[in-house]
């Protein structure tokens, strides 16, 4: 049984930094062909944050581009997300995911809110 745990959402002002992770049972990111972060605004639909792809590749949304960065400890089947300069637009549930033999499996979610 596939099993993605987030942790690391909070409140944080504008200009603040926070880092996401979520850890992995019953797969391996490191084999996976894509493993991500999304989120969901406040009364918006769920957007792709970033990405690795087969071989590290990564990939950003425009607007998370030079203060996100997304990462992968295969030692720990753990990915993160560092989150830095976060602005009242970063608001919203972050969600991890990934692919697995198929099918699509995705975490419960943590909140970050950028507030001051």
């Known amino acids: 049984q596939v099993q993605l745990v987030e942790s690391g959402g909070g409140l944080v002002q504008p200009g603040g930094s926070l880092r996401l992770s979520c850890a992995a049972s019953?797969?391996?990111?490191?084999?996976?062909?894509?493993v991500g972060w999304y989120r969901r605004a406040p009364g918006k639909e769920r957007e792709l944050v970033a990405t690795i792809l087969r071989f590290g590749v990564t990939r950003y949304a425009d607007s998370v581009k030079g203060r996100f960065t997304i990462s992968r400890d295969d030692t720990k089947n753990t990915l993160f997300l560092q989150m830095n300069n976060l602005q009242f637009d970063d608001t919203g549930v972050y969600y991890c995911?990934?692919?697995?033999?198929?099918?699509?499996?995705w975490g419960q979610g943590t909140q970050v809110t950028v507030s001051s």
């Open positions: 019953g797969t391996t990111f490191s084999i996976n062909g894509m």
């Open positions: 995911h990934t692919i697995s033999r198929g099918f699509d499996y």
